[in-house]
């Protein structure tokens, strides 16, 4: 159980699982690409101890396996997951009340603990430029705040369990903020700390806002918990650290007592200020748009703090643990959260948002000569209307019947679908509606459209393992290549703009149906780069899904409407990249240069077996 942050660097480097870095690291694209390079690696956490312009120690990496993020919960892991478990079934406890009695204790720390007298993160104030200013992508707008835990309380019931801690980043510089005096934070208006500057707003008050730094990890991982309704972040904290968040008030601020860093400060209604770019977890950069400044109060740093970071961008990345991990302890609440669901799987490869894979149940009638989507259809409008799955552009759902499916074996599973789909039947769109905030495939921001593909049913076709004649030597297309049974991705001109690509895809459909039917090919991919596309499940899926908007980027090879509902003989996406759409994240090759000092034999990092 650890304390605080150094605790856990302590432990961690006892076993074999840290590894410091004595050499001066610039903040500047230094300290990223090194975490990168060592995350790709599967290589250690990171306790950076000689940050230029910084007195304050970094660490990153902490989370960056499964196996090490479970060594650092290893104590509290099984009693958080039994009382996440009683919480889904309090019939449980009922049922074997001594079994129970264990959860019973665990729950005494989920309580957060009101302390009084002098806190050790309070021992110094200090000012936003002392604290290590990491940039992480050459575009960024400045430098951010990764793992930051931001509290606010509902003005209109104050108190800390009716509180939100939530990962919402922070620019510390750059764009207008004022420096030491400003700086921004960047949360959608449905989040709980948007609810909360709403109720301000209409009440005409600021609204508090405190940004936790360190701390013990369990208080990191309860940020960014998805958790349900009446459920706090304060008391998931408290069970994963097995002890209590201890807090305090100063001058009107929620304090964490065991966090490294905290700066305080006021959200004043209709304050906006220019947020970003941002290297995001799509893989592209999130570009300036205006978002709410935080007018700061004070900025505290407990003696020998410690700063966390991790690195967001293309994934897999630090992040992806974190999904796992969140998975294991609360998988099982999506089922309590929408009957008939047995797995919901946001596909990490593409940014998680952008693409989810779904099994659910069919039993509506099971008599019926001819089986097809019921059930999962109205599974797939829970699905869509459900927190942080609601942001899904491409929803793909069956249901098992008869051999088992895992949404997690994104081959196999899409195999499954592919199989099975009726393309004049299963593919139904929602056109219109929200989408990512970070997803700028669609038409304007967090606008775009969504589109569920519904399989289920006996196997209708045999799926083609190489390329079919009939996408080889189609003039003003090439490099046809196979992706997967079923998908063949091939390369066009460049995109220059839909009017445009609505011929260009016109004359690709009558080309491929002028030669006869390929039934075994039901999903065709236009790329800029098949050779790319097809190098990798892990590219096709990044590329296909964060590239294109369903409504305007999905055709038809003999596309038609029957009863106002779209049909076809063969899908094709368009993920060219498109003119609006966000820039790629790519790194420095200079800086990554100069981090193989880092890595040399007699250097901090130079006994670490990397490629």
């Known amino acids: 159980m650890y304390r605080n942050l150094e605790d856990c660097i302590i432990d961690l480097e006892k076993n074999g699982h840290l590894v410091r870095i004595r050499e001066e690291v610039d903040p500047y694209l230094e300290m990223a690409a090194i975490h990168m390079k060592v995350y790709e690696a599967g290589g250690p956490a990171l306790l950076f101890e000689n940050v230029k312009s910084s007195k304050f120690r970094a660490a990153s990496n902490l989370f960056g396996t499964i196996e090490r993020s479970k060594f650092i919960f290893r104590n509290t892991w099984a009693s958080v997951q039994n009382v996440m478990a009683l919480r889904d079934d309090p019939m449980k406890a009922l049922k074997q009340p001594f079994r129970n009695i264990g959860n019973g204790f665990a729950a005494m720390k989920a309580l957060p603990l009101k302390k009084f007298g002098s806190l050790p993160v309070t021992a110094q104030e200090i000012q936003i430029s002392d604290l290590p200013h990491i940039q992480h992508w050459p575009m960024d707008g400045g430098a951010f705040i990764t793992l930051p835990q931001v509290y606010s309380e509902d003005p209109e019931k104050p108190g800390i369990m009716n509180s939100n801690l939530g990962m919402y980043r922070v620019q510390l510089s750059g764009n207008e903020y004022e420096k030491n005096k400003e700086i921004g934070l960047h949360y959608q208006i449905h989040r709980g ?11 005409g008050t600021p609204l508090k806002v405190s940004c936790f730094v360190g701390g013990p990890p369990a208080h990191t991982l309860s940020a960014i918990m998805p958790l349900p309704e009446g459920l706090s972040e304060m008391t998931v904290a408290g069970l994963l650290a097995g002890r209590n968040f201890r807090y305090s008030y100063v001058d009107g601020y929620c304090i964490s007592n065991d966090a490294d860093f905290v700066i305080t400060g006021e959200i004043h209604p209709g304050d906006t200020k220019p947020e970003g770019p941002f290297g995001d977890h799509l893989g592209y950069y999130s570009l300036t748009h205006p978002f709410p400044v935080m007018k700061v109060n004070k900025v505290y740093a407990k003696p020998n703090a410690i700063w966390p970071f991790t690195v967001v961008g293309r994934p897999p990345q630090e992040d992806t643990a974190f999904g796992e991990l969140i998975h294991e302890l609360t998988g099982d609440a999506i089922k309590q959260e929408i009957p008939g669901v047995k797995e919901v799987h946001a596909v990490d490869a593409a940014g998680v948002h952008p693409l989810l894979f779904a099994i659910g149940s069919e039993r509506y009638t099971p008599y019926q000569k001819v089986k097809q989507p019921t059930e999962i259809l109205t599974i797939a409008n829970r699905i869509l209307g459900t927190g942080q799955l609601s942001l899904a ?65 006996d196997k209708k076709r045999d799926l083609c393992r190489e390329v079919p004649d009939a996408l080889k030597e189609i003039r003003g297309f090439e490099n046809a290549q196979l992706v997967m049974p079923g998908i063949v991705v091939i390369q066009g001109s460049k995109f220059i703009d839909y009017s445009q690509a609505q011929q260009e895809l016109q004359g690709l459909s009558d080309a491929i149906q002028a030669k006869g039917s390929i039934s075994s090919c039901p999903m065709i991919i236009l790329s800029d780069d098949s050779s790319f596309i097809s190098a990798t499940i892990q590219n096709f899926l990044w590329v296909t899904f964060t590239r294109s908007n369903p409504s305007h980027d999905i055709y038809g090879v003999n596309s038609r409407y029957e009863n106002k509902h779209w049909a076809c003989d063969n899908v094709i996406i368009d993920a060219r990249t498109k003119p609006h759409q966000a820039p790629p994240l790519i790194a420095d090759p200079t800086v990554a240069k100069n981090i193989e000092r880092l890595f040399v034999k007699g250097a901090s990092l130079g006994g670490l077996k990397i490629e």
Not at 193 to 203: D, E, F, R, S, T
Not at 393 to 405: M, W
Not at 418 to 437: A, K, P, V
């Open 193 to 203: 700390i948007g609810v909360h500057q709403a109720k301000a707003n209409k009440l």
């Open 393 to 457: 552009k491409y929803l793909f759902i069956t249901a098992e019947e008869n051999q088992p499916v895992d949404s997690h074996h994104e081959v196999n599973f899409l195999t499954y679908i592919l199989e099975r789909i009726d393309l004049n039947r299963d593919i139904h769109f929602y056109t219109n509606t929200t989408i990512d905030t970070l997803d700028y495939s669609g038409t304007g921001l967090n606008s775009g459209s969504k589109v569920v593909f519904a399989a289920y049913g």
